[in-house]
């Protein structure tokens, strides 16, 4: 069964930095695809950042060259470390995989960037 635990939300002022980290249980490696996603306050999710086939990352052009994805498969966890951040980053931000053809999605975390 696979679950998702994220966890590192919180509130920052614009310009600091916050890191989130999913762990994925049964593994990473089982998982056909892995990343970020967030939901704006009144928007629809959105992609922030994933690992695609063969190993290359996508990010989304608002956060290109402020995010960077990361995993490690010895603990399972995905991360997304967040620097320079805007207050147009403030969402609930989602883990979420596939696996056989079905998405999964962690519970969501909170981040707020206060100006």
């Known amino acids: 069964q696979v679950q998702l635990v994220e966890s590192g939300g919180g509130q920052v002022q614009a310009g600091g930095s916050l890191r989130l980290s999913c762990v994925v249980s049964?593994?990473?490696?089982?998982?056909?695809?892995t990343g970020w996603y967030r939901r704006p306050p009144g928007k629809q999710r959105e992609l922030v950042a994933a690992y695609v086939d063969g190993g290359s990352t996508n990010y989304a052009d608002s956060v290109k060259g402020r995010f960077t994805i990361s995993r490690d498969v010895a603990t399972n966890t995905l991360s997304l470390q967040m620097d320079t951040l805007k207050p147009e980053d403030t969402a609930v931000y989602y883990c979420g995989v596939n696996q056989a053809g079905r998405t999964y999605w962690g519970q969501g975390t909170q981040v707020t960037v206060s100006s």
């Open positions: 049964p593994s990473l490696v089982s998982m056909s695809s």
